[in-house]
């Protein structure tokens, strides 16, 4: 079973920066996609960013809302997994999950319990 714990969020000024960080724990973590995502309140919750694991080496994606303004990364150990956030906006404001793809039949998503994030005008 994998355990998630999201950290790092906080409230700033628009232009700001955040980083948000994720450490994962148990036995295959380190085998999983990871990814970040964030859900608004009366929304469904949708794709930051996501770490595919590759023998070729990670594949890394963006959702366009982060495209050029978030980095998404995983250190060597593949525990811990980052976003870091630049040029921050009210419309980031929301809280930030981080997912852990368990890949099956139907791929399956384990979540940490979210880090809020707010940003004021």
């Known amino acids: 079973q994998v355990r998630l714990v999201e950290s790092g969020g906080g409230l700033v000024q628009a232009e700001d920066s955040l980083r948000l960080t994720c450490v994962a724990s148990?036995?295959?973590?380190?085998?999983?996609?990871m990814a970040w995502y964030r859900q608004a309140p009366g929304k469904e919750r949708e794709i930051v960013a996501r770490i595919r694991v590759s023998f070729r080496g990670d594949i890394i994606s963006y959702a366009d809302s982060g495209k050029g303004r978030f980095t998404i990364s995983r250190d060597s150990g593949r525990h811990t997994m980052y976003l870091q956030m630049r040029r921050l906006e009210a419309e980031d404001t929301t809280i930030y999950y981080c997912?852990?793809?368990?890949?099956?039949?139907?791929?399956?998503?384990?979540w940490g319990r979210g880090t809020q994030v707010a940003v004021s005008a």
């Open positions: 997912g852990v793809v368990i890949p099956g039949p139907v791929e399956s998503i384990c």
């Open positions: 148990g036995r295959r973590a380190s085998n999983y996609d």
